[in-house]
């Protein structure tokens, strides 16, 4: 495979990337950083079913 | 929400010959972002499509964003007839690639894999180099910030925080 190589693109978009997060993150076991994962669309789902809730009262 | 456990727990069990990349393979790394879908490259020997069968069989398996009623039949000869498989289960989505853009099959990656416990199963992952590599080749804007984010986790590895 060939090497990686540097894109300006994908070097912008480091700026706007929160270190402490992926430092955090590293932190975890593997299994841990797929639960927190899975924790995060939990919440996800559940703001969304409220939002949807939310939304079906107003009408 | 995707049962990524029970996914990899089926596979595993069932002794299935695959390499988990994409979001999974990148949270494993320790990327923040989150993923909907387990995508894996599996090894397509005859027997490995028999355990991927096997595996997926109870899951209900179907492609996913197709309309209800497609004559779609679970078994080897489809595995075998086709290449890469979308698919909806009632754990969740599971994306099963027989080949990937600049990384091959399976058994092109198999170097580039590493084992990796997860849920009390050793599971392989796609090295971070690897994911980087890949993800590059196929250039999709989308992932430019997952990019982004998998060269700084790569920089703090090598580096230190």
């Known amino acids: 495979m060939e090497p990686p190589r540097t894109d300006p693109v994908v070097e912008a978009y480091k700026a706007g990337i929160d270190r402490t997060l992926l430092i955090e993150s590293l932190r975890r076991t593997p299994t841990e950083r797929i639960l927190a994962m899975m924790s995060m669309q939990r919440l996800v789902e559940e703001m969304r079913r409220g939002l949807r809730a939310a939304s079906g009262r107003s009408k | ?161």
């Not at chain 2, 039949?73 to 690639?97: C, K, M, Q, S």
Request: hydrophobic residues 45%; glycine residues 10%.
């Open chain 2, 1 to 161: 929400m995707t049962d990524f456990p029970g996914l990899l727990g089926r596979l595993c069990e069932s002794q299935v010959e695959f390499i988990v990349i994409g979001g999974v393979a990148a949270a494993v790394h320790g990327a923040a972002r989150t993923t909907l879908d387990l995508d894996v490259v599996y090894r397509r020997a005859a027997l490995n499509l028999r355990a991927l069968v096997g595996a997926l069989a109870p899951l209900s398996p179907y492609p996913r964003g197709a309309p209800p009623g497609l004559p779609f039949v679970w078994d080897e000869r489809t595995l075998g007839n086709g290449l890469n498989f979308t698919l909806t289960t009632t754990l969740g989505d599971i994306d099963l690639l027989g080949e990937i853009t600049a990384g091959g099959r399976y058994e092109d990656l198999s170097d580039h894999a590493a084992e990796v416990e997860l849920f009390g199963h050793r599971c392989r992952i796609l090295d971070l180099e690897d994911l980087i590599r890949v993800k590059r080749a196929v250039g999709r804007p989308k992932d430019f910030e997952a990019l982004a984010e998998l060269d700084l986790l790569l920089e703090i590895k090598k580096r230190g925080p």
